[in-house]
């Protein structure tokens, strides 16, 4: 295994740029043609690694709204709210509002055996409830999109952290070498951009790969450029790719220690030997017509987001550890009747296909499945048909990977304002999934500057509770 040193991340800017996926780099030198034969045997930063203890999930899709969604209007039912539509909110201090509470213009009703209250937003979502585990006193430190972004995703708003999917491909390694331990589908270009599917001071090659860049849930195949070379036969490029490898050993001899080098000869192998998965993994062409239904392919609201499920699902099935799917614009401050409809259409159909899919193949035991936004939205209103952000209370949900399902936990107060009960703050979110993964968050760490980092940084816990 390669000898990773702690270097600044500005020192591995051009090692980022290709452990990330950078094949237009890559296809001038050559090296993106599909080689004769697929190894699938782990190797380097990416070796198959054994957890801390036996763990409830082996992968993760982590399923992320940027925006904040409502969590008044989708999953955390607030019948009082409802009933004092209009009046003086007794909660909070509203920015830019009329201070008034808007109650949910959307029904709720109890869903599955479990009697989970879950919005008529959410029709197909509905019908998976007793897979669901409801996090209702969900809390993060500041209502501002990039802080509380950074926060999901990296532990820190305010400093370069490497990000949850890295941690977790650093801690576990992958099943696959033939590709990227971690993948981040229609990857965020803002509220931080790549630094949310960053490795930072952690290998290079622990960073997210990012396919499909700001595709939202507009419909399209997901590719990436440049995975094919017109020029060069499979021997040829084999042949060079060995030369440029050899110049970049000679380097690391003359260095002793060098983490941009050592990260851009992983990088390179990795970016060689996925040219034989990557494509066919992509191709959603060999799937059945009732799969492609299920996941909303074939409607123009729901294909977008359905075909970024399905390759999720691909993605796991062939051994990618942990696996990203954004979905943008749940901004609500206006519109929130028509916007937050449309946003909810797009991926209600997708999820509940995708879960049922993972179900019946199997994979949801060892799946650990996550929803969430940055934050939730205040009860009452922006104007009169909006919401401001609320970083006090919201819901997020996880789904098979050693939860229990068709369970909710925690509770906001009885307007949705801010948590009261089993609060779970951003720290104990990240420490439950990587505990659901086998990992102890405080034995996790990585040294870099003199000190013991790890995604948690001092706090987190373990939401125990939740657990299966």
Same mark, same amino acid.
């Given at each position: 295994m390669l000898n990773y040193l702690k270097t600044p991340a500005a020192s591995r800017r051009d090692t980022l740029r290709v452990a990330a996926g950078g094949f237009g780099m890559l296809a001038l030198q050559g090296l993106a043609a599909k080689p004769a034969a697929a190894d699938t045997t782990t190797e380097g930063s990416l070796s198959t690694k054994p957890p801390h203890f036996a763990p !409830?999930?082996?992968?993760?899709?982590? +399923?992320?709204? $940027?925006?904040?969604? #409502?969590?008044?209007?989708?999953?955390?039912?607030?019948?009082?709210?409802?009933? !004092?539509?209009?009046?003086?909110?007794?909660? =909070?201090?509203?920015? !830019?509002?009329?201070?008034?509470?808007?109650?949910?213009?959307?029904?709720?009703?109890?869903?599955?055996? #479990?009697?989970?209250?879950?919005?008529? +937003? %959410?029709?197909?979502?509905?019908?998976?409830?007793?897979?669901?585990? +409801?996090?209702?006193?969900?809390?993060?430190?500041?209502? @501002?999109?990039?802080?509380?972004?950074?926060?999901? /995703?990296?532990g820190s708003s305010q400093f370069v952290r490497p990000s949850l999917g890295a941690w977790t491909v650093y801690g576990l390694g992958t099943e696959n070498a033939n590709l990227p331990g971690f993948v981040s589908l229609n990857p965020p270009t803002s509220q931080g951009g790549p630094q949310n599917y960053g490795s930072s001071f952690l290998p290079a090659i622990t960073q997210g790969t990012p396919i499909g860049r700001g595709r939202g849930r507009r419909g399209g195949s997901l590719t990436v450029e440049n995975i094919k070379n017109e020029r060069y036969a499979t021997p040829a490029q084999r042949r060079q790719l060995d030369f440029v490898q050899k110049l970049n050993a000679a380097k690391l001899q003359r260095d002793v220690d060098n983490d941009p080098v050592e990260g851009m000869i992983e990088s390179y192998e990795l970016a060689f030997r996925m040219q034989a998965d990557l494509p066919e993994v992509l191709d959603l062409n060999n799937e059945s017509a009732a799969t492609r239904n299920a996941y909303g392919i074939d409607d123009s609201e729901t294909e977008g987001f359905g075909r970024q499920c399905l390759v999720a699902r691909r993605l796991v099935e062939a051994g990618v550890r942990f696996v990203e799917v954004t979905a943008g614009g749940w901004d609500q401050h206006f519109n929130l009747t028509q916007a937050l409809a449309d946003n909810c259409r797009s991926i209600d159909k997708p999820i509940a296909g995708l879960? @049922?899919?993972?179900?019946?193949? =199997?994979?949801?035991?060892?799946? +650990?499945?996550?929803?969430?936004?940055?934050?939730?939205?205040?009860?009452? @209103?922006?104007?009169?048909?909006? !919401?401001? /952000?609320?970083?006090?209370?919201?819901?997020?949900?996880?789904?098979? $990977?050693?939860?229990?399902?068709?369970? #909710?936990?925690?509770?906001?107060? &009885? %307007?949705?304002?801010?948590?009261? &009960? $089993?609060?779970?703050?951003? /720290?104990? %979110? /990240? @420490?439950?999934?990587?505990h659901l993964l086998g990992l102890d968050h405080e034995g996790l760490t990585y040294e870099y500057a003199g000190r013991d980092f790890r995604l948690t940084d001092v706090h987190g816990r373990v939401v125990e509770e939740i657990l299966a």
């Open positions: !409830r999930a082996k992968n993760v899709i982590f +399923l992320c709204m $940027g925006g904040g969604p #409502s969590h008044v209007d989708t999953f955390d039912y607030k019948p009082t709210l409802n009933k !004092r539509n209009g009046e003086s909110s007794p909660v =909070g201090r509203n920015r !830019r509002g009329n201070g008034q509470l808007l109650g949910s213009p959307w029904k709720f009703n109890r869903h599955g055996d #479990s009697g989970l209250w879950i919005s008529e +937003l %959410f029709p197909n979502l509905a019908t998976r409830a007793d897979d669901l585990c +409801l996090l209702h006193g969900m809390q993060t430190d500041v209502p @501002a999109h990039p802080q509380a972004f950074l926060a999901l /995703h990296t879960l @049922a899919d993972l179900k019946k193949r =199997g994979l949801l035991d060892d799946t +650990l499945v996550i929803w969430t936004g940055e934050f939730g939205r205040t009860p009452y @209103a922006q104007g009169d048909d909006g !919401r401001d /952000h609320n970083n006090k209370g919201f819901t997020s949900w996880m789904a098979g $990977g050693g939860v229990k399902g068709g369970f #909710s936990y925690g509770a906001t107060d &009885e %307007f949705g304002y801010e948590a009261v &009960e $089993g609060k779970v703050h951003t /720290h104990d %979110f /990240h @420490a439950t999934i990587l």
